[in-house]
Nanobody, 120 residues
Framework: QVQLVESGGGLVQAGGSLRLSCAASGSISSIKTMRWYRQAPGKQRDLVAFITSLNSTNYADSVKGRFTISRDNAKNTVYLQMNSLKPEDTAVYYC??????????????WGQGTQVTVSS
């Protein structure tokens, strides 16, 4: 069993900051790429950022320069530091991780999501 649990969402004014965390737990052998997605009401789920096991990162154009993804491998946790937030950043944010389990299976797992609301 593997679980991904997000935290850190909430309500913030435009221009403010939030830090999301996603902790993976369970029968984990190693975690490869970790990602943050977001889904606004009535829209598709979009990739926001990802970080590889070698700490290579990539960002959606809409968040470049404002968001920073990082990871703590000792804690099996990925973070998303979000600065200069805009109302259009309002969405449910989901983390996703590709990982090897202790049962030698390799697959992607999703967290349950955390709501981020940015008021104007």
């Amino acid at each position: 069993q593997v679980q991904l649990v997000e935290s850190g969402g909430g309500l913030v004014q435009a221009g403010g900051s939030l830090r999301l965390s996603c902790a993976a737990s369970g029968s984990i052998s190693s975690i490869k790429t970790m990602r943050w997605y977001r889904q606004a009401p009535g829209k598709q789920r979009d990739l926001v950022a990802f970080i590889t096991s070698l700490n290579s990162t990539n960002y959606a154009d809409s968040v470049k320069g404002r968001f920073t993804i990082s990871r703590d491998n000792a804690k099996n946790t990925v973070y998303l530091q979000m600065n200069s937030l805009k109302p259009e950043d309002t969405a449910v944010y989901y983390c996703n991780a590709d990982l090897w389990t202790t049962m030698y299976t390799y697959q992607g797992y999703w967290g349950q999501g955390t709501q981020v609301t940015v008021s104007s």
